[in-house]
């Protein structure tokens, strides 16, 4: 069998780094991190795959995983990898709607919870889902419904694998595992319709295995990786298997909240992350700058100046720099960009893989001035995450990066991006139809993303469902004005209106600390927040920075008019994603009245 096989890796792994740490998780109550050496991350993966077969999991059966991300969730993933199963996450912050649709979809037996808000959750639908037949409880700490006399918890289940008494029959179906075994089965939330199934197959895995190596080459045991997106993700997924892969040590964050706590802790060297990380990272540095004075300030200016001509002008092309510049980043290196880099926590970084949606030009160029190595790339969960990547040098501001190895990336119609390659999804689960109008007669898997080569590299345009078309009969790209707007600090969400319009307007989501800081800063006297929003100084503030921010742009694709908003949006009401993308058709309809306000005459 291929040594790569999610089936054999961890205990592999195992063999070669023994009582190496492997995984970490943060205890609340000791306030600490606690290791998982490699071989109590192999043996527990071992006798969670017993208590999985005296369970009476069968070969190929669809487990389901409906937790914040925690070392549990991987063990049990791996065990059942061992068992030739497939396993099923499904967000922390499912809806009971979501949950009762992927049960039944995948004929879910066994479900396995995290903390309480997934435990009810699960428990609420339990009787609409007629597969479901018990849940097992990660957190000890959760309280059972009175009326439950099914589930138990994972320290329960784990004694049914005491002493590895199936060991025997677990290795024979190791033994029959093959690289064309489904491995997961990743919901997608989707922005428009019902979930689809997207089915990864071990093979998917292993090929993106073999393709990171070939491009991402200073990655190895000595790194430590901060896991900060949802496992459920197949950004975090793909990365953290692929870390597991390499031997990274990785410390797996159960609160996302809590990140800018858990990364000045761990200091990590690896980190994926979305955008809107670095957004706020780029806000927070000009933040401190503007509040700076004399020359501290200078500095501070001068450092980034002299890190864009340095990293940005001359390594970044393969270009020498001259000795003055050279010693004068070096200075800079040292003292004003290491302090920065400690306050974020990132002083030791290797390297931080960036997708998920449009990177701002001018975060990407402060990015790299102050030599913070972000790859930004591009994939989908149908490509087993990544498509393109840039790596430290060669990159190009703008773009996504280069194609991997052995993914064939093709322009289409409509400048629509198709792919082909290994890491391709074989297609959507119990979906013959959306299937079929994936892929056309050669093969080619349609993203439904536009975009473009430039030599090498590829560009994106737009997601092409969500281009809008205006009244006037101009086209706008709404997540190029939600990404330039985004990056002012007093801009939280933003949702660009334009679609059968006749100009642009947006719904902004202000951060309210910075506005209520603003006006007492200011005098602004106000009763309450929405009064407060509605002030003509507050309005004129919005004004001056989106006019500021939106010069790039043509007439017709500016913000004319904008309301701000109350409360943010939220995947509470539906409005986003569990990747946190807006829900379009929801916004519209939540906020028509708003909206049609601002088209009055």
């Known amino acids: 069998m291929n040594e790569h096989h999610l089936a054999v890796l961890v205990h592999r ?21 606690i290791p998982i050496t ?3 991350f192999s043996q527990a993966s071992k006798q969670t795959a017993n208590a999985l077969f005296e369970l009476g999991i069968k070969e190929c059966e669809n487990i389901g995983v409906f937790s914040q991300n925690k070392p549990e969730c991987l063990i049990t993933d791996f065990a059942a990898y061992d068992n030739r199963a497939v396993t099923i996450p499904l967000y922390a912050t499912s809806s009971p709607a979501q949950v009762q649709y992927i049960v039944n979809d995948a004929q879910v037996r ?12 699960a428990f609420s639908v339990f009787g609409l889902c007629n597969s479901l037949q018990q849940l097992i409880i990660f957190d000890p700490k959760v309280k059972k419904d009175p009326r439950d006399q099914s589930s138990i918890y994972f320290n329960e289940f784990l004694e049914k694998g005491k002493g590895l008494k199936y060991e025997k029959e677990v290795e024979e179906r190791i033994s029959r595992a093959s690289d064309d075994d489904l491995a997961n089965i990743l919901y997608t939330s989707g922005t428009t319709g019902e979930p689809k199934g997207v089915m990864l197959h071990m093979s998917n895995y292993i090929e993106a295995f073999r393709i990171h190596d070939l491009r991402l080459k200073k990655i190895s045991d000595a790194d430590t990786s901060l896991n900060f997106l949802p496992l459920t993700h197949v950004f975090e997924r793909a990365w953290v298997y692929y870390c597991i892969h390499k031997g990274v040590t990785t410390y797996v964050n159960l609160r996302p909240a809590d990140i800018q706590t858990c990364i000045k802790e761990v200091r990590p060297t690896l980190m994926c992350s979305v955008p809107r990380f670095w957004e706020k990272v780029y806000i927070g540095v000009q933040e401190r700058i503007a509040q700076e004075k004399g020359i501290k300030k200078t500095l501070m200016l001068d450092a980034i100046k002299t890190g864009h001509t340095y990293n940005i002008d001359y390594l970044r092309v393969g270009k020498k720099p001259p000795l003055i510049l050279e010693l004068k980043y070096r200075f800079y290196e040292k003292t004003v960009i290491h302090l920065l880099k400690k306050t974020i926590g990132i002083e030791r970084g290797n390297f931080f893989p960036t997708a998920g949606a449009a990177v701002n030009d001018q975060v990407c160029e402060f990015v790299h001035s102050v030599g913070i190595d972000m790859l930004v ?3 989908l969960t149908e490509s ?12 190009k501001i703008g773009s996504v990066g280069i194609p991997m190895p052995g993914i064939e990336v093709k322009i289409g119609e409509n400048d629509e991006i198709l792919l082909r390659g290994k890491t391709i999804t074989k297609g959507y689960y119990k979906k013959t139809e959306a299937t079929a109008a994936a892929f056309d007669a050669d093969g080619w898997f349609h993203t ?3 975009g473009c080569l430039k030599g090498k590299h590829l560009y994106l345009k737009e997601r092409i469902k969500d281009l809008f078309k205006t009244s006037n009969g101009k086209y706008i790209v709404p997540q190029a004005i939600e990404s330039q707007l985004a990056i002012d600090k007093y801009i939280d969400q933003i949702a660009i209106i334009a679609d059968k319009r006749k100009f642009v307007s947006a719904l902004i989501v202000p951060d309210y600390r910075l506005v209520e800081k603003f006006a007492e800063e200011h005098h602004i006297k106000y009763n309450n927040r929405e009064e407060l929003l509605k002030n003509k100084d ?7 920075r989106i006019d500021t921010l939106q010069q790039k ?3 017709y694709e500016q913000i004319k008019r904008f309301t701000l908003l109350l409360t943010p949006f939220s995947m509470e009401r539906n409005e986003l994603t569990n990747t946190l993308k807006l829900k379009r058709a929801v916004i519209l309809e939540n906020y028509k009245n708003e909206i049609e306000k601002m088209y009055e005459d």
């Not at 023994?18 to 600490?32: E, I, M, T, V």
């Not at 087993?384 to 990159?395: D, N, R």
Request: with cysteine.
């Open 448 to 450: 439904g993303d536009a």
């Open 384 to 395: 087993t995450a990544t498509v393109s990547c840039e790596w430290k040098t060669g990159y």
């Open 553 to 555: 742009f043509a007439h």
């Open 13 to 33: 792994q195992a063999e070669k780094y023994g009582d190496k740490n492997a995984l970490y998780y943060r205890d609340y109550d000791k306030s600490q991190w």
């Open 110 to 121: 066994f479900l396995f919870v995290g903390e309480q808000f997934q435990y009810d959750t």
């Open 538 to 544: 507050i309005d004129a503030l919005y004004q001056q």
């Open 38 to 40: 490699w071989n109590e």
């Open 377 to 379: 790339g591009y994939g």
